[in-house]
């Protein structure tokens, strides 16, 4: 660990408003704050050095007292079939995260990780063979977009915050994060391709609701009845789908927009026609989308996906339904492109 970096306090993550106070704190004009905002999130530079607007004096004593950089690259996995990569993210204290950096067409999502590690245990994930450390800062969040953004690809378009943790479970610093990417003098990516994930924490979507965020929020369903959610989503025995339905039902009202229902499938497991007539008869009517994603097997977990032909036939069953429904087959499939699968590899070839 790079003990300079630890003892700086890092600004990464600072809104506009808190940019300005530290302008003042350390006696320099309040205007600069914009500046560095701008340098920081929108044009991404990495060292103060860069920020060719800043006296040098500025520039200097920045350098010296405070650390830009909350995430450093510490390796990568590009697929050879499509443009996704897979990226392991240093933190200042020496933990790591992931992100996958995703190509369709124009869009280009990114998927960012909100927690190292995650307490909620899900039995289809491998974060969740990591335990959980703790919540990532906003400026963690963030950083991982500026830096991808920075290596020269194509810039990001849209934002999951669907990577490693429950964000919900890290709400202030997901939101202030995504109120950094949404920001004009950021990154700019609009609110709409923002989209929040959650396993289904009921008081956190209320408050969402309530805060009018308008960002887009998905949940995780992956099953539409109790015994078989409570054996993939542990949480759930603790917000039980009837209660999930209801905040889902009062943040539809409230903010008048669509919910994303991710739906993972799993072979033998929650794949049936029964099942899908499950998901038709617990949404009914509500205005929302549902998302197919056929299992991303892994040598860690003994989940695969359907056959092609199961898959096939489930989508079959879910369009006699009132929503819109779309599969979403795995990028970077010849990767360890579902989140927590490279650090988990990454840990056992470190023994
Ligand atoms: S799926 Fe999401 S909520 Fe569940 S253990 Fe993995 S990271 Fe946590």
Redesign the pocket.
Same mark, same amino acid.
């Given at each position: 660990m790079n003990a300079d970096l630890v003892t700086k306090r890092n600004i990464k993550g600072l809104t506009l408003d808190q940019l300005t106070a530290l302008m003042l704190e350390i006696g320099e004009k309040p205007f600069h704050a914009r500046q560095i905002y701008q340098w920081m999130y929108q044009k991404g530079v990495r060292d103060f050095q860069e920020m060719t607007n800043l006296s040098n004096d500025l520039r200097n004593l920045l350098s010296e007292s405070f650390s830009l950089n909350a995430v450093t690259l510490k390796a990568k996995e590009s697929s050879r079939i499509d443009e996704t990569v897979k990226y392991l993210f240093a933190m200042e204290d020496g933990l790591f995260v992931e992100s996958v950096y995703m190509v369709e067409e124009k869009r280009v999502t990114v998927c960012l990780s909100t927690?190292i590690g995650?307490?909620? &245990? /899900?039995s289809?994930?491998a974060?969740?063979l990591m335990g959980f450390s703790r919540n990532l800062t906003a400026g963690e969040i963030v950083d991982q977009l500026t830096l991808i953004n920075s290596l020269g690809k194509k810039p990001v378009t849209n934002v999951v915050f669907? &990577?490693? &943790?429950?964000p919900f479970l890290n709400y202030e610093n997901v939101i202030s994060a995504a109120n950094i990417l949404n920001s004009e003098l950021g990154p700019a990516i609009a609110a709409k391709k923002i989209t929040i994930s959650t396993?289904g924490i009921v008081p956190a979507i209320y408050r969402f609701a309530d805060d009018g965020h308008r960002f887009k929020l998905a949940v995780?369903l992956s099953a539409a009845d109790d015994s078989k959610r409570n054996k993939l989503?542990p949480i759930n025995r603790k917000y039980p789908l009837k209660e999930l339905m209801k905040a889902i039902e009062y943040y539809t009202r409230k903010s008048k927009r669509r919910v994303t229902f991710e739906y993972i499938l799993i072979k033998g497991f929650n794949d049936s026609p029964e099942d899908a007539h499950r998901i038709i008869s617990l949404l009914g009517s509500l205005p929302c989308k549902l998302n197919l994603i056929p299992y991303n097997p892994n040598e860690y977990i003994g989940y695969k996906p359907p056959d092609e032909s199961v898959v096939d036939r489930f989508i079959q069953e879910v369009y006699q339904s009132p929503f819109t429904v779309t599969v979403r087959r795995s990028k970077g499939s010849d990767i360890s492109a579902a /989140? &927590?699968q490279l650090y988990v590899r990454e840990q056992k070839s470190n023994g």
């Open positions: 927690m995650c307490p909620i &245990g /899900c289809y994930c974060t969740a669907m &990577g490693m &943790g429950e396993c995780s989503i /989140c &927590g």
